[in-house]
């Protein structure tokens, strides 16, 4: 039965994000459960993407991604694919009415990985952001809205702004990694990998302004999404908190984290929060 396949490949995006980002998989468990499964797929797509060009070093990536990218196209076109995690995406995309637009600077960005490993301008800069993490964004505010164009329209910006925070915020925790497995630095801030204090509060003052702007779209969303969107929004500032109290030299060299007890914490505190009508 079709119907048992859909629910399988569900739930296989739904392992998906609980093995990859239990911080992630937490904050989905708090949005409505009707919307849980398809952010549960947008998740799982964008994951198996990543994975291709960070992780499968001893694979020709290049072909991987060719070929992940035409099954894509061909599951949207089909509304079907036995892929699992592309045919959950298929019928996201489908359903939710998301232009292929986003999917198409998704898929740039993860292609420029494969190949480039230094942004030198702003511009570059933002282009990547918009394409790995924005549209990411705003698909996931596809499926909040539930099909009202104008709400979309009139929380579209806030949403890239969070995109944007929460990858700045992966640029900044993961520099070590980035630098010295990948090859890749994407801040244009920074030379080689090589961070100072003066620099660091220059990025860290970049993202708390994408939160700044991210928090008053957060308080526009819909019941459904809120409490889940707000805490992850609660998680990704506490980690940008640690990270500017922590030492430029440090960063350099280790990958900052938030423990599981913080998070328990962080959990309890944006659900007092949210039940106290305080956001």
Excluded: W
Aim: charged residues 30%; glycine residues 4%.
């Amino acid at each position: 039965m079709k119907e048992l396949f859909d629910k399988i490949s569900y739930q296989c995006s739904h392992n998906v994000t609980s093995m990859y980002s239990t911080s992630f998989s937490l904050a989905v468990k708090m949005l409505s459960p009707k919307i849980q499964k398809d952010i549960y797929a947008i998740y799982g797509f964008v994951r198996f993407a990543d994975e291709i060009v960070d992780t499968f070093h001893d694979y020709d990536k290049e072909v991987l991604l060719d070929e992940f990218e035409k099954d894509l196209y061909k599951a949207i076109d089909r509304g079907i694919s036995l892929n699992p995690i592309l045919n959950s995406f298929q019928e996201v995309v489908n359903k939710n009415h998301i232009e292929a637009d986003l999917i198409d600077h998704f898929m740039k960005s993860m292609r420029a990985d494969l190949s480039k490993t230094e942004y030198q301008s702003i511009k570059e800069y933002e282009d990547y952001i918009y394409g790995s993490a924005d549209v990411v964004g705003l698909m996931c505010l596809k499926v909040f809205v539930q099909g009202d164009q104008k709400r979309f329209d009139e929380l579209k910006e806030p949403a890239m702004k969070l995109g944007s925070a929460f990858q700045k915020v992966n640029f900044l925790r993961d520099l070590k990694d980035d630098t010295e497995h990948l090859h890749r630095s994407y801040f244009p801030h920074i030379q080689g990998g090589i961070i100072d204090g003066v620099v660091k509060d220059q990025i860290i003052e970049e993202i708390d302004k994408d939160f700044q702007d991210a928090y008053a779209g957060i308080l526009q969303l819909p019941i459904e999404a809120k409490f889940g969107v707000y805490t992850a929004f609660i998680y990704y500032r506490k980690l940008l908190r640690k990270l500017t109290v922590t030492k430029a030299s440090e960063i350099r060299e280790k990958r900052i984290r938030i423990s599981n007890p913080m998070k328990m914490f962080l959990l309890t505190k944006s659900f007092v929060n949210y039940k106290l009508n305080l956001l």
